[in-house]
């Protein structure tokens, strides 16, 4: 089993930055892709980013690239999400998830957080 716990969310305002983390449990963390999707309410959940286990390779969403950027510390089971320049449209529920290859669809990740809420106030 992995089990997996975001932190890191706030109220910001625009312009600022924020660094989201998703601690991972179990010793198979190296073997998954991860990746970071959020839901805003009334809309459905979205992808953000994914990297590869070896963190090689990256894909982000059009709406967030340059802006972005995920890395992770297989040293220390974390993935995380740094999100400059951040505006209001980018306020919603972020998840990070665990998924056997490089994807960018919820249906392919196994495994999920419960969430953490970024807010970016005007």
């Known amino acids: 089993q992995v089990q997996l716990e975001e932190s890191g969310g706030r109220l910001v305002q625009v312009g600022e930055s924020l660094r989201l983390s998703c601690a991972v449990s179990?010793?198979?963390?190296?073997?998954?892709?991860m990746g970071w999707f959020r839901q805003a309410p009334g809309r459905e959940r979205e992808f953000v980013a994914s990297?590869?286990?070896?963190?090689?390779?990256?894909t982000y969403a059009d709406s967030v690239k340059g802006r972005f950027t995920i890395s992770r510390d297989n040293a220390k089971n974390t993935v995380y999400l740094q999100m400059n320049s951040l505006k209001p449209e980018d306020t919603a529920v972020y998840f990070c998830?665990?998924?056997?290859?490089?994807?960018?669809?919820?249906?392919?990740?196994?495994?999920w957080g419960q969430g953490t809420q970024v807010t970016v106030s005007s």
């Open positions: 179990g010793r198979t963390f190296r073997r998954y892709a």
């Open positions: 998830a665990a998924a056997p290859t490089l994807a960018n669809l919820p249906v392919d990740y196994a495994y």
């Open positions: 990297i590869t286990y070896s963190g090689s390779s990256t």
